[in-house]
């Protein structure tokens, strides 16, 4: 499940972002959210989510209950943060997209003025 959810979007597309919307609220529905992890320094709760994004799954399973429960819960919480940035890239590489394309199409009453016979 957690190899999953590593992986974000590699496309902008509308597709692409509901596939990321998707991918956060599975990590959103864990609830890791509502921990409160005021009391660890923020540089640790990264290197736990690091080691864990870089470490292999039979590692992790031979680490002891209580490290690998840590490491786990970190790498959940930072990848939630991570997911719910990548979903709002995409979508604003499709509003840019999408305006880039609209500016290209002229507009209607812009097409009935250069259409409009000059009376000079």
Not at 57 to 64: F, L, S
């Amino acid at each position: 499940m957690f190899e999953q959810l590593k992986k974000g979007p590699v496309t902008v597309s509308s597709p692409a972002f509901n596939d990321a919307l998707d991918r956060y609220n599975k990590l959103h529905q864990l609830g890791f959210q509502q921990l409160d992890f005021t009391g660890l320094p923020p540089a640790q709760l990264k290197s736990l989510a690091r080691y864990a994004n870089v470490t292999s799954v039979k590692k992790i399973v031979r680490i002891p209950m209580k490290k690998r429960t840590a490491i786990l819960i970190a790498f959940v919480k930072s990848l939630e943060v991570i997911a719910l940035d990548e979903a709002i890239d995409v979508l604003d590489m499709l509003i840019r997209g999408s305006k880039r394309e609209s500016q290209k199409i002229p507009s209607f009453r812009m097409m009935k003025i250069q259409s409009t016979p000059r009376l000079t």
